[in-house]
């Protein structure tokens, strides 16, 4: 079980060095949806410090287990101090990795997948997170709306490859009939998509 104050160290630091964590807001309603489904496996896309991963954790079903994975190798380290100063490894597996080469070498079926790393690279989680889910799963993707530039007329050339994609996400998600998808204004953008 997960120390309350512990997580909140972490989270406390990570907003002082500016990790990406996942915002109290977005954090508050995706743990929700988690409490309502009680998931038994989760895979992460993008660990950071490990914050959202020992969040998750307490919505976890007896027995369940995240896969979390990160490119990031100072990341990584940290985020495999902070499970195991929470007793969480036997819970929480930190993969050192590209998320998308790894997704590939996975045969497992997870009941969500939760997407926040690269936004340029949201198809081909998506992709992978489609064939690694079942009918009843969900995949939850943060960050869909990148402060506001995606549903804006945003083109500036810095983030222009990661808004187009992000655009391109939310209209594969909506259009795709095996889903059935919502996009939600809630901190950055949450996109929650039910696997029919």
Partial sequence: MVDNNKIEVIRLKARENYVPILQDVSLEFIEKILEERKPKTILE????????????SR???????IITIEL????????????KDNAMENVIEVVHSDAYEYMKTLDEKFDVVFIDAAKGQYMK??????RLTKSGSIIIADNVLFKGRVLGEYNEHKHRTAVNRLREYL?????????DSALYDIGDGIAVSYVK
């Fill in 45 to 56: 896309v993008g660990t950071a410090v490990g914050y959202s991963a020992l969040c998750f």
């Fill in 59 to 65: 919505h976890l079903s007896e027995g369940g287990k």
């Fill in 72 to 83: 990031n190798e100072e990341m990584v380290k940290i985020a495999r101090e902070n499970i």
């Fill in 125 to 130: 989680y998506l992709d992978e997170a489609m």
């Fill in 171 to 179: 209209k594969r998600i909506e259009e795709d009939e095996r889903l």
